[in-house]
C-alpha cells in the first residue's frame, strides 16, 4: 500500500491556510467595516471629547490610551464571538476536526487571525500620533510603548472572548459572557469598584487583585514604561485564554 | 490490511447508550451501505470513525492509523462529508474547495480543485457564495471537499439526503466512478440505494449491528425491503 508516502509533509501550509481564512472571513461580512469603524470613531472621541486631549495641551497619548481597556472590552469579544461559535452553529466545525490539522493549529491560526484583525483597528488610529505630532513634539517612544501595551491588551481580551466562543454556538451569548469577562477586568484598579470590593475582603485583598486589571497593566506602557510584569500578564491571559478554548473545544 | 476497521466502539451520552460495541471492517473495492432508523447510531459510529468523537471505548483504524493516537496521519487518507454537509457559507466554491485543499496540504491545490470542480460538475457555480447555492448543489460542495485528496476512505452521511432524483442519480455516478480504488461507507434511509451503490449492507439499531452481509444476501431475504428493514431493525 502506498498510503505512507503518498502523504509528503505538508509543513506550515495549512497553518498559514488557516490563518489567511480566518483574517479574510472577517472582511467576507459588512461586520468588519463597522467594526473598524466603531473603533476607531470611540477612541478618537473619547480621547478628544472626554479624556480633553486636545484641551489638555501636553503632546502625549495617554489619554487616548486610557480608554483602550474599555474598547478592548468591548471590540475584542465583539471580534472574537465568531471563533468557534460560528463553526458550530454551521456545523463546519465538524469538517475541521476531521481535516488532518490539530486544534491546537487551529485554534493558534484563529487566535492570531483575530488578533491581527484587532491590530488592524489599532493601526488606523495612527492618524491621531500623527496629530499630536502635528501640533507639539511628542516623545514617539512613548507613543510606540502605548501603542504595544494596546495590542497586548488587546491579545488578553480576545483570550477570554475565544474561552466565550467555545462554550457556545450562539455569537451574542460568546459575546455577551465574554464582554461582561473582560468588563470586570476593566473595573478592577478603579476606585469605586475597589472600594466596594474593600468591604468584601478587605483591603489586602483588594491590592493583590489590582495588580490583576487591565489598566493597571496597561498604564505603565502609556507612560513609556515597558516592564516585565504587564507584558507577562497580557501574555498569560492571552495565552490562557487560548489553551482553555482549544481544550474546550477538543473536549466536546 | 482493511482500509477501515472498526472494533468494537460504543459511546454513551449520559445514561443513554448511542453505540454498543460495533464491529466490522471494509476493504478496498467495498462500498458499505449503512443502514438504520433515525437515532440507530450510525451518525455516532460515523463521527468516531472520522475522529471527530472520541469512543469511550474501542480502537477506530483508517488505513492503518489508529484515529486517536495518530490522527492526523488517519485524517489524510479519509474524507468525510458529514450529514447535511456543512461548508464556509460566505466563502465561493472556489475558495472553498481551495481552503480545503491547502488545509490539506496538497502539493498543487490549484490542479485538485480544477479537477474535483470538474468531477462533482461544479464549474458553474464556482464562483458563487455557497450560502446562495441550491441544496443539490450544496450537498455536491460536501461531496467534492470529502474527495479533494482523492482519499483511500470515503465516509459520507446521508450525501443523497433531500436531493430530487436526478441530483440522487449523479452523486451515485460519480460514486461509482470512484469506488473501486477505495473504502466507502455510505448511511442512507434509503433501501433502493443498496441495490444501485452498495456491495455489502451493515444494519444498525439501537446501537448494534444487526445484520452485516453482502448486497445479493441482503437483496434474497426479501422483495419487500422495507418489510426487512422493519424486522431487521424492531
Given amino acids: ?252 | 490490511m482493511p482500509l477501515i476497521e472498526a472494533k468494537n466502539l460504543s459511546k454513551s451520552y449520559g445514561a443513554i447508550r448511542a453505540v454498543h460495541a460495533v464491529s466490522f471492517t471494509v476493504d478496498r473495492g467495498e462500498v458499505v451501505g449503512f443502514l438504520g432508523p433515525n437515532g440507530a447510531g450510525k451518525s455516532t459510529t460515523m463521527k468516531m470513525l472520522t475522529g471527530h468523537l472520541r469512543a469511550d471505548e474501542g480502537v477506530a483504524v483508517i488505513a492503518g492509523f489508529d484515529v486517536a493516537d495518530q490522527a492526523v496521519q488517519a485524517k489524510q487518507h479519509l474524507g468525510y462529508s458529514p450529514e447535511g454537509a456543512p461548508a464556509y457559507g460566505e466563502m465561493t466554491v472556489r475558495e472553498f474547495l481551495r481552503f480545503a485543499a491547502d488545509l490539506r496540504g496538497l502539493p498543487d491545490a490549484a490542479e485538485s480543485v480544477r479537477k474535483t470542480l470538474e468531477l462533482c460538475r461544479l464549474n458553474e457555480v464556482a464562483a458563487q457564495t455557497i450560502d446562495t447555492l441550491s441544496k443539490g448543489y450544496r450537498m455536491r460542495v460536501g461531496f467534492a471537499q470529502a474527495v479533494i485528496h482523492d482519499p483511500e476512505v470515503l465516509i459520507l452521511d446521508e450525501p443523497t439526503d433531500g436531493l430530487d432524483p436526478n441530483q440522487k442519480f449523479e452523486v451515485r455516478r460519480i460514486l461509482k466512478e470512484m469506488a473501486a480504488r477505495k473504502a466507502v461507507i455510505v448511511s442512507t434511509h434509503i433501501l433502493e440505494e443498496v441495490g444501485e451503490l452498495c456491495t455489502r449492507v451493515i444494519v444498525i439499531a439501537k446501537g448494534e449491528v444487526r445484520c452485516d452481509e453482502s448486497r445479493d444476501k441482503f437483496l434474497a431475504r426479501g422483495t419487500d425491503l422495507n418489510a426487512v428493514f422493519r424486522q431487521l431493525t424492531a
Avoid at chain 1, 480566518?22 to 478618537?44: C, D, I, K, M, S
Avoid at chain 1, 484598579?189 to 487591565?214: N, P
Wanted: aromatic share 14%; charged share 15%; hydrophobic share 55%.
Fill in chain 1, 1 to 252: 500500500m502506498s498510503s505512507s508516502e503518498k502523504s509528503p509533509s505538508p509543513g506550515l501550509k495549512p497553518f498559514t491556510a488557516m490563518v489567511r481564512r480566518e483574517f479574510a472571513g472577517y472582511f467576507r461580512t459588512p461586520l468588519a467595516y463597522v467594526f473598524l469603524a466603531v473603533f476607531n470613531a470611540f477612541a478618537v472621541s473619547l480621547a478628544f471629547f472626554v479624556g480633553g486631549l486636545y484641551e489638555s495641551g501636553i503632546a502625549s497619548l495617554d489619554r487616548f490610551f486610557l480608554y483602550h481597556p474599555w474598547l478592548w472590552a468591548f471590540l475584542a469579544p465583539a471580534a472574537g464571538a465568531r471563533l468557534w461559535a460560528e463553526e458550530r452553529r454551521q456545523g463546519t466545525i465538524e469538517l475541521l476536526l476531521t481535516w488532518p490539522i490539530t486544534v491546537w493549529q487551529a485554534a493558534l491560526g484563529k487566535f492570531l487571525a483575530a488578533w491581527l484583525f484587532l491590530a488592524c483597528a489599532l493601526l488606523m488610529t495612527v492618524p491621531v500620533a500623527l496629530t499630536v505630532g502635528w501640533l507639539g513634539d511628542p516623545d514617539w517612544g512613548v507613543i510606540i510603548a502605548g501603542y504595544t501595551g494596546s495590542l497586548l491588551c488587546a491579545g488578553a481580551c480576545l483570550g477570554i472572548a475565544a474561552i466565550a466562543s467555545a462554550l457556545t454556538r450562539s455569537q451574542v451569548i460568546a459575546f455577551v459572557t465574554g464582554f461582561l469577562a473582560c468588563f470586570i477586568l476593566v473595573l478592577v484598579g478603579y476606585g469605586v469598584f475597589d472600594e466596594l470590593l474593600a468591604g468584601l475582603i478587605g483591603s489586602a485583598g483588594v491590592d493583590e487583585i489590582r495588580r490583576l486589571g487591565l489598566w493597571r497593566n496597561l498604564e505603565p506602557f502609556t507612560l513609556g514604561l515597558v516592564d516585565v510584569r504587564p507584558i507577562a500578564y497580557f501574555l498569560s491571559v492571552a495565552f490562557a485564554g487560548l489553551g482553555l478554548s482549544t481544550i474546550i473545544v477538543e473536549r466536546r
